[in-house]
């Protein structure tokens, strides 16, 4: 046993400080970066900003929304090859995969079918061995298609992914808001200290990383982005829209949707039937709600991220980073309206 002394943090941790900017209005910075992945050599350009693969948000109708902002929806792994329409534009979607036997013959009926540029091989542990054989088969296979993978938390097994095929390394084990990874296991890390440490790893072998969960707010996003990371990758602001998968439940005069982690025992029993008794739910299930459509979602991220380029001189997202100054904080918030007695 041993302890690491060093304190690792939570985007509620910091604050990214102010400096002097030569931007005058939110319209002068460009949201959009290019990349040409390590593996499959493909070059891409839009909005780094991606869906989350959850049955409650990573859907066909999000992506006919996101995919207009040129940002990725990575698509939950329960859609059959035969469910996807023809006319999607391969830039903007991800599909993805278990590491089961089964989840590899679907992957690869639905490849044959879309021909899609993105695959999402996505487990909850990504420093199981059995993860790395299935990037090996998948890589040997499928050279030209873009791999994101995980999720891991430390520059070891970012590396090693890297290493063995993934041109994506997904980010982030426990920070999720329907996640219950962290009160179960008792493992997991901070989110914005995941993401410099593994960022760090990845830029040095030429691969990028997706931040994947953890976004409470907009400015979370711009606070991934300042650590480092290439993509940010959220659940719960994608929660609860028209577009969004789960249930609408109406109480009364409002409307919910529900809203839960994929390892809970709702997802388990949905999508494979049963829960095994080997396993216990490491997800909640929460009512959100009911936002409408998710195109004003989308616009106060951006309109977020953009502001807070203004406010640091960074005209290109691609240069946020390195405009980047965290300060820790204890408070990130004045919040005495939301005190019990003052209506919203």
């Known amino acids: 046993m041993k302890i690491l002394p060093d304190v690792k943090l939570d985007f509620s941790d910091v604050l990214i400080r102010p400096k002097r900017s030569e931007l005058s209005s939110r319209s002068e910075v460009d949201l959009e970066r290019e990349f040409i992945f390590r593996h499959s ?3 891409w350009k839009g909005i780094p900003i991606m869906v989350a693969n959850m049955d409650c948000t990573g859907t066909i109708e999000m992506f006919r929304v996101l995919s207009k902002y040129k940002m990725i929806t990575c698509l939950h792994k329960f859609y059959e090859p035969e469910d996807y329409p023809m006319d999607m534009d ?10 089961r036997d089964n989840d590899w013959e679907k992957l690869q009926k639905t490849i044959e079918r879309l021909n899609p540029y993105f695959v999402c091989v996505d ?5 199981s061995s059995k993860l790395i054989d299935y990037v090996k088969k998948f890589r040997a296979k499928y050279p030209d298609i873009t791999l994101m993978a995980g999720n891991v938390v430390t520059n070891e097994m970012t590396e090693e992914l890297v290493l ?3 041109d994506i390394v997904k980010v982030g084990i426990g920070p999720g808001s329907v996640c219950l ?12 200290s995941a993401i410099m440490d593994t960022a760090d790893a990845a830029h040095g072998v030429n691969a990028l990383i997706c931040g994947d969960g953890g976004v409470q707010f907009p400015g979370d996003f711009s606070k991934g982005f300042g650590a480092g990371a290439d993509f940010m990758m959220a659940g719960s602001m994608f929660s ?15 409307k919910f949707k529900l809203f839960y982690g994929m390892s809970s025992k709702k997802a388990m029993v949905k999508n494979y039937g049963k829960m095994e008794s080997y396993r216990s739910s490491e997800g909640k299930v929460v009512k959100i709600p009911y936002k409408g459509p998710v195109e004003a ?26 405009c980047t100054t965290f300060i820790r904080v204890n408070r990130q918030l004045n919040e005495i309206y939301s005190h019990p007695g003052y209506s919203t």
């Open 41 to 43: 050599k493909r070059v």
């Open 240 to 254: 609860g829209h028209e577009e969004s998968g789960g249930e609408m439940v109406v109480e009364g005069d409002k």
């Open 164 to 166: 063995q095929g993934v």
């Open 181 to 192: 990874t962290r009160k179960l296991t008792a493992c997991g890390f901070p989110q914005l």
């Open 90 to 99: 391969p830039n903007y979607y991800m599909i993805t995969s278990g590491i």
């Open 297 to 322: 979602t989308v616009q106060d991220i951006l309109g977020g991220i953009r502001s807070c380029m203004t406010y640091i001189g960074a005209k290109k997202l691609k240069d946020l980073s390195k």
């Open 123 to 127: 487990v909850a542990n990504g420093y």
